[in-house]
Structure formats: C-alpha cells, structure tokens
T-cell receptor
Framework: NAGVTQTPKFQVLKTGQSMTLQCAQDMNHNSMYWYRQDPGMGLRLIYYSASEGTTDKGEVPNGYNVSRLNKREFSLRLESAAPSQTSVYFC??????????FGNGTRLTVT | DAKTTQPPSMDCAEGRAANLPCNHSTISGNEYVYWYRQIHSQGPQYIIHGLKNNETNEMASLIITEDRKSSTLILPHATLRDTAVYYCIVRVGNRDDKIIFGKGTRLHILP
C-alpha cells in the first residue's frame, strides 16, 4: 500500500519552462489537495479537488493549473515557471473525516 | 486565512511532557480539530483529531476545552525525535473541505 506517490522528487526548471507535477493515491479517496511550502514557512493550499472532475482554487492558485482526470490522480501544472514558484510541493488526499495523507513532496527550483 | 492560532516556537526538556496550545475561537459546531507534525522537510504526519471529547492514542493526547475555542496537544514523554513543526487545523470533514494550514509551532526538544 503506497499511499500518496509524487513524481518527480526533484526538478530544476529555467524561467518560462513548463512542467507537470504528478500525484497518485491508492486509498480510494475522493478529496485531493496540492500545497506549496516555502523555506521556513507553513503549507499554503494551491488547489483542491472534492471528486473526480471537480477542482477549486485554494489560497495561492495564480500561476498554476490542475487536472483531476480520475479518482486516483491529481496533477499540478506550471505553464510558465517563475523563480517565485521555487518551493516544495506536497500532494495530499483524504476521505470525509479521515486524516490527510501526504506524499513525500517534489522539490522544485526555478532559475 | 487559517482558523487557528499557535505560538511560533516552544522548548521542552527531553522526558518531560510537551504541551502545545492552539486557539480556534471561531470554530463551528461541526468542525473537528486535527493535529499534524512535520519533521524536517518530510510530508506532514497525522497525530490525532477530535470533535469535543478528549482523545488519546499511542502518540499523544488531545484536550479540547468545553467551549471548544482552544485545545492542547500533549506529548507525554518528549524525545529528541519529537522535534518538529506541529500544526493544528480545524475542518468539517466534508469531501469539499478547503483545508488551510497556519504556520504551526516549532517544537524544540532540549537534551
């Protein structure tokens, strides 16, 4: 039982490049979340999805797009990366009152 | 904005009980209190949650005041491995929860 799997673990991008962060969960959870964490800071919600095919903005959605194509996967896309998007990105999933389960994060550096 | 307020940092001697406070004065009747911790840059780890009764598990105890406006997480015998950032959040537990984290409390366990 892998839980929440994020790929890649590390990525370096140049300003203006695009990339997609992948997240998959095997717990049959309906709700999935993307957070970013800057050095020394707390977690900030980027987007979340209550179920397959639905997504909603979080606290800091600008510069990102998401896709929830099926129940298992929730991807985060940076269309034109900026240095301000250098951060650690965490994906999480949950079901009703069950706790959030987090992945191990993707460490992204934009130069 | 986060619905919870926590002190930015606390110290605790190894072997003593660590008591971490959290204020959630605007909590609704159907919102649960959850605690997570984050060690280094790993994904946050679930500790405990409760609605109105006190709760205990193998990791910690959660004490919720009668008016539910604040709570305390208790680590009964702190060890060096408990050094982490601890987050208190409130959420309803619905599928479409917008789960917002605050900045948490950085707990230092002193040898």
């Amino acid at each position: 039982n892998a839980g929440v799997t994020q790929t890649p673990k590390f990525q370096v991008l140049k300003t203006g490049q695009s990339m997609t962060l992948q997240c998959a969960q095997d717990m049959n959870h309906n709700s999935m979340y993307w957070y970013r964490q800057d050095p020394g800071m707390g977690l900030r919600l980027i987007y979340y999805s209550a179920s397959e095919g639905t997504t909603d903005k979080g606290e800091v959605p600008n510069g990102y797009n998401v896709s929830r194509l099926n129940k298992r996967e929730f991807s985060l896309r940076l269309e034109s990366a900026a240095p301000s998007q250098t951060s650690v990105y965490f994906c999480a999933s949950s079901e009703d009152v069950s706790p959030l389960h987090f992945g191990n994060g993707t460490r992204l550096t934009v130069t | 904005d986060a619905k919870t307020t926590q002190p930015p940092s606390m110290d605790c001697a190894e072997g003593r009980a660590a008591n971490l406070p959290c204020n959630h004065s605007t909590i609704s009747g159907n919102e649960y209190v959850y605690w997570y911790r984050q060690i280094h840059s790993q994904g946050p780890q679930y500790i405990i949650h409760g609605l109105k009764n006190n709760e205990t598990n193998e990791m910690a105890s959660l004490i919720i005041t009668e008016d539910r406006k604040s709570s305390t997480l208790i680590l009964p015998h702190a060890t060096l491995r408990d050094t982490a950032v601890y987050y208190c959040i409130v959420r309803v537990g619905n599928r479409d929860d917008k789960i917002i984290f605050g900045k948490g409390t950085r707990l230092h366990i002193l040898p």
